[in-house]
Structures are given as C-alpha cells and as structure tokens.
C-alpha cells in the first residue's frame, strides 16, 4: 500500500516535470481549456447581469403598473402598430374619471433631444407626462417640486430632470431654478428626480428629462396623438379589474363592435415581467450553447496537443520504457499531465472570467453577475474534458513497443 | 568456474516483413559469466543490435532460450520485462538517450522513479550523485545534457545505467558518436567498472575499442562466428597496442 503511494507519488513527479519541461506546450495545450471556461464564465455572467438588470427595471415599475399603447395584438401577442396612433389625450381623462379600479393616469409622450445648460449639453430623452406620472412610478424627487396641474393646463415650460442629467448638466449641483434649451425651448428645471438605478443593457432610468405633456406636444413634437398612457391601479389585487375596466372603456370610447380587434394594447407589470422572462431563456439557451461548444473545442484542443505531443515525444516514451517503465507509468503520466493542464487551465479560465465580466461591467457600464454555478460547471467540465480527451493519446502512449519508440525519428 | 548471467540457448530471430522473411539472428548460443567483459563485433546488419536488445528485454526471441541471472526472460509479457529491465539491466545507448531539458542528476534519478524499491527523495538524490561520481562527473550534475559534451552526456548515461546496480551494462556502439580520445575514456570508465566487478557487453565495430575487452564474439548473419580471449587487453588510456596479428589469427570459420 505505502508502496503504491510512493509509485503514484514518483508518477505525480514525473508528469509535473514533463509539464515544466516544455512550458510551450503546456501553454498551448492549456489555452483552449482556458478560453472554454473563460467564455462560459462571460457568457453567463453577462446572461445573468441583462436578465437581472431588466427584471430589476420591471420590477420597479410597481406590481399596480399598466401600460396602455396604441396598435393591435396578434395572436401572437406581438404588437402591430401601423400609422396613426388612435389614443387621445381624451381617453386618458375618461379613465381617470371612469373607472373605478384606476387610481392614477398620466398620458406619455416620448421624443429624444440635446440639453443644453450654459457650455454645457447632454443628449437624452425627454418624457411628456401629466402630474399623476410620479405616483404611478412611484419616484420622488430628491429635490425641488414637481410640476402642478396647472403647469400642465397651461403648457408650462418647466420640467424635471433625472440624476444623470443633473450630474451632467450641473455638476456643481443646484440645477433647481436654471435654464435647460431643449430644441431651442428654454424649460425652467423645477425638480430632481431620484436615482432610481436598473441600468438595463445600456438604459438608464435616471437619463430623462420629464416635463407638462402639454408643452413637449405642443412645443417639442408638434403632435396630439398620444404615444402611450400609463395608469396605476389601487392596489396589486385590483389589476386584472382595472385591465377589464379600461379594455371596456376605450373599446366603447374607439366605437369598437363586439368581437373587433382593440386599436389599443395592454400590460400589465406581471405580463412584462414573464414576456421578458421568455425572452431572457431563449438569450440564455443561446448563450449557453456557445459556451458549451467553446468547452469542447477546448477540449479538441488539448486531445489535438496531447496526440502530436506523443508523436513528438516517443523518443522519450522509449527512453523511459528502456529503464524500465511500464505502459502503466507512461499511461498515468500522460493522463497526469492531461488533468494537471486542464484542471490548471480550469482555474486559470475561472480567474480570466471574472476578471473579463469585471473589466466588461466596467467599461459597459451593465451590470454583470458571475455565477458560482457556472465557475462549478465549467471547471467539473474542464476537468473531464481533460480525462476524456487525454486518455486516448495517453493509452497510444502506453502501447508503444520500446524498440520502435527507440528507434523512432 | 564464475556463476553465469548470461545464458543463451538456439536463440533466433525472424522479421517478417509481409511476404519477406528476415532471419537477424540464426541460432546463438552464448554463455557470459559474472564480471566479463564482452566486446560484440561484426559487420552491419549482422545482428548484433537484434542480440543486444534481446539479451536486454526489449525485444522477444521468435525461440530459443534465454536465462538472465538465473530467470527464464523469454517468456516475460510486457510488465515483467519493464521490471526486469529495470532492476537487471542498464542500457548505455550510441545516441545518448538523455532526456533534453532534464538535469544530469534527474536523468540519474529517473530508473528509480519506476522502479519497485521505494526509495526516499533523498535515497534517490544520494544514489544517483554517487553514481555521477563513479563516472567521474561530480559537479555537473545540475548541467542539462545541452550544455554537456558528448563524452561527458555517454558519463550520464552510463551513470543512469548503473544507478539501480543492474546484474549487467550493456552497450549498443556506446563510442560510436565520440571521438577516438573522448571513446578511450569512456572506455575507462567501462574497464574500472568492470575492474569493480560489473559484468559488461558492449558491441563495437572498432577493433581498438574491443581490444578494452576481455572477450571478443564475433557475429556474421545471424550467427556467432567466433568467440575468443584477448591475452593482452588494452588498457584505456596506457595505450597499448592492439595484437593484430593474435586477432587474425584466431579467426575461424564455424
Ligand atoms: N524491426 C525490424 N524489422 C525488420 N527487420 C529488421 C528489424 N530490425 C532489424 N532488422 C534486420 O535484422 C538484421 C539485423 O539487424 P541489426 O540491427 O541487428 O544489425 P546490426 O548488426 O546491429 O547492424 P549495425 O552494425 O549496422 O548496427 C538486418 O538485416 C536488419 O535489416
Ligand atoms: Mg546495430
């Protein structure tokens, strides 16, 4: 027993200074396993990271949230919007007034502009909606007021501006009480938005300017048509109520027979969460896949190594049979230096992944999340990539007759 | 009479290469006794190399009988002629054999690394520097076999031969890549180990180096020719004269 300890032993020394012997090789032979793993880690922690941020954007648009657009739904549930939208600022009035499961309705309008603020200028997007917006999204203001009823009646030329905006605008703080141009427009800043965070794929919440629907219509896009109009239930368990409530009401607004298509579309917070949940698993059964064919070309690699490895190195696997190794020895050998390289390629693939998540969160600004389950995958993967694809060159190995492998060129 | 570790009986041996038969050995039948030296000769392709790597367990007999140190090795499968080679035997080869980008003492240390004793680290490093030193390369142990000369990686060669005290050394043209003052030290150090007590067997196509012997077989198609005595050995490095005329005349015909 203690002596096949030592001969394992002797074997472990044996492999480990073949490996330092031709660092080269090892290097090579280890590169694919490293990429491999690498490119899970990546893949997933980028599949996590978008997942995460957009459930977390969803999420904070309150479980009371419904969206309302203009445009018919397929079978499908894909949206259809030719043309014109059909959804007036009127209907928005009606189910505020009208239905009783509704608490909140704001009409939104969406257009994209240059801010400009003394030197400074900043493109972002600019939101026209009315004074229940803030309640529906349930965002307060870190500071100064937003605007009132009255502002919006009179198509007033204020707005509120989101932290990035600030940041960008003033970066000496006190943006309330300036002036911001947008096309020209000159908006007297009233209120600053809170960070609200959820940066999604290269979105971010707090990079708006929100001003009086009346003004942006009038003054920015020159439109009526509404570009879509959100509403708050009471309370989460009232929804489905407040959908069935606004579905009747605008269908009978839009003078819609019974059975007629909606010229309208609507979600609610619980649907676009699970719309997006679909989209995020076939993101993540793609990604999953590559990654997956990444490891086996890894492990092509190291097979591809070991073989031309053994070719290369018959000469020694002669030498080494005439003093007296067995096929064993140089079985084990080969098989210990297939492992060693993968396992080492392994947590080399791991620490390369997360440093190139970090490196791509940093510089992309998504958030990216690495998985302890995908480094476990990946590395158990490695691992048997490297027994499986070293055991075949490793038992050529062993099979050599010592003369021919002598004798070998 | 000394105990014999070579025993040879109608030893053949035959390569068939598809339709075409080659007979390498014929039939040998060779005694060597412990603490001989035995110097093979013969013109290319006589067979000797095929007799070398049999009387060294690489290869297998197609018959005959070959008893090493008293065990039957005809009939070894692959494992116990690993062992056997191992343990009984230490090849020197023409080409060296080291293995590159390896120190001198690991290349030493490497038999032992396979073989069934279970030494220590420390037991291998002291055995294999004793053995360096035998062959007079004490202080360039840590020397990898390109930045030794040919003379001095054949030292490490016959170093790592000797390490694990085989019953035999055996040496295919162990001079033939030296040249003629770098081969009368090596042939030294065979005739000190030899002197020491160690059977050896090498083959050569120089007389001058089989002269350092202190018999010579002669091998002609397959078969032993003849088999002789030297009465004046030369002495590696006193440098005596070969006795020619004693070599010719000896030479007989089956
Ligand atoms: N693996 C082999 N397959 C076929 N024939 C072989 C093989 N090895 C040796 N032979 C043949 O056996 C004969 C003896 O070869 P061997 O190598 O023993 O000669 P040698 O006496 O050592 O010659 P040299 O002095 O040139 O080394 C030769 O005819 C050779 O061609
Ligand atoms: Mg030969």
Redesign the pocket.
């Known amino acids: 027993m203690k002596n096949a300890v030592t001969r394992l032993g002797n074997i472990t020394i044996v492999g480990l200074k073949a490996i330092f012997r031709n660092k080269l090789r090892s290097f090579l032979t280890m590169l694919g396993i490293v990429i491999g793993v690498g490119c899970v880690i990546v893949v997933v922690a980028i599949g996590n990271g978008a997942t995460q941020s957009i459930q977390e954007t969803i999420n904070s648009l309150g479980s009371n949230f419904i969206m309302i657009f203009p445009g018919a739904a397929t079978q499908s549930g894909a949206r259809i919007f030719t043309g014109q939208s059909t959804m007036t600022v009127e209907d928005a009035d009606a189910i505020k007034a009208e239905c009783p499961s509704v608490a909140y309705v704001s009409v939104i309008m969406r257009t994209a502009g240059q801010a400009v603020a003394g030197e400074l200028n900043w493109g972002t997007s600019v939101m026209g909606v009315g004074v229940d917006w803030p309640f529906i999204r349930a965002w307060n203001l870190s500071d100064g007021q937003f605007f009132t009823d009255a502002d919006v009646r009179s198509a007033a030329k204020v707005c509120v501006i989101g932290q990035t905006v600030a940041d960008n605008l003033f970066p000496q703080g006190a943006a309330v009480g300036q002036i911001v141009r947008i096309k020209n427009v000159p908006f007297k800043v009233v209120g600053v938005l809170e960070k609200k965070g959820g940066n999604t794929m290269g979105q971010d919440q707090d990079d708006q300017i929100v001003a009086p629907y009346t003004t942006v219509m009038k003054r920015l896009m020159g439109q009526t048509k509404v570009n879509m109009i959100q509403a708050a239930a009471r309370n989460a368990t009232g929804v489905q109520q407040a959908m069935t409530e606004i579905e009747g009401l605008l269908r009978q607004r839009h003078r819609i027979p019974p059975g007629g298509d909606s010229d309208f579309m609507m979600r609610s917070q619980e649907e676009i969460a699970q719309a997006n949940e679909q989209q995020m698993k076939i993101l993540r059964t793609l990604l999953l896949s590559i990654a997956a064919i990444s490891l086996v070309i890894g492990g092509i690699g190291i097979m591809n190594i070991m073989l031309v490895s053994v070719t290369e190195r018959t000469r020694e696997i002669g030498i080494r049979m005439a003093i007296g190794a067995k096929g064993r020895h140089v079985l084990l050998q080969f098989l210990f230096e297939a492992i060693t390289l993968s396992i080492v390629g392994g947590l080399i693939g791991v620490l390369a992944g997360i440093g190139v998540s970090a490196l791509a969160a940093k510089l992309s600004g998504w958030p990216i999340v690495v998985s302890p389950m995908s480094i476990a995958i990946s590395f158990g993967v490695a691992g048997a990539v490297g027994i499986a694809f070293g055991f075949f060159p490793a038992l050529k190995a062993s099979h050599l007759d010592p ?2 492998a002598l ?1 070998y060129e | 009479m000394a105990r014999a570790v070579i025993e040879i009986h109608s030893l053949t041996k035959v ?1 068939s ?1 598809g339709e075409v038969e ?1 007979r ?1 050995l014929a039939g040998v039948d060779l005694l060597v006794e412990e603490g001989d030296f035995v110097a093979i000769m ?11 790597n049999i009387v060294g367990c690489l290869d297998r007999p197609t018959s005959g009988t070959y008893l090493l140190d008293g065990i039957d090795v005809s009939t070894l499968n692959r494992d116990q002629r690993a062992v056997i080679r191992n343990a009984k035997i230490g090849f020197v080869f023409q080409s060296f054999n080291l293995l590159a980008r390896t120190s001198a003492l690991e290349n030493v240390e490497l038999p032992m690394l396979y073989g069934e004793l279970g030494l220590t680290r420390g037991q291998r490093r002291q055995a294999a520097l004793d053995s360096l030193h035998r062959v007079g390369l004490a202080g360039r142990e840590n020397n990898q076999p390109s930045q030794l000369s040919g003379g001095q990686q054949q030292r490490v060669a016959i170093a790592r031969a000797l390490v694990t005290n085989p019953a035999i050394l055996l040496a ?2 162990p001079t033939g890549n030296l040249d003629s003052r770098t081969s009368e030290e090596i042939m030294g150090i065979f005739q000190q180990l030899n002197d020491d007590g160690k059977t050896v067997v090498l ?1 050569t ?1 120089e007389p001058d180096i089989a002269q350092h012997a202190r018999r010579i077989v002669h ?1 002609r198609d ?1 078969l032993i020719q003849s088999d002789q005595r030297i009465e004046q050995v030369r002495v590696a490095g006193k440098g005596i004269a070969p006795p020619v005329a004693a070599t010719a005349a000896t030479r007989v015909s089956p």
Do not use: Q
């Open positions: 003369i021919d004798r | 390569y290469m080659v390498a013969g013109p290319s392709g006589s067979g000797k190399s095929t007799l070398m295919d043209e083959i196509h091998v397959g």
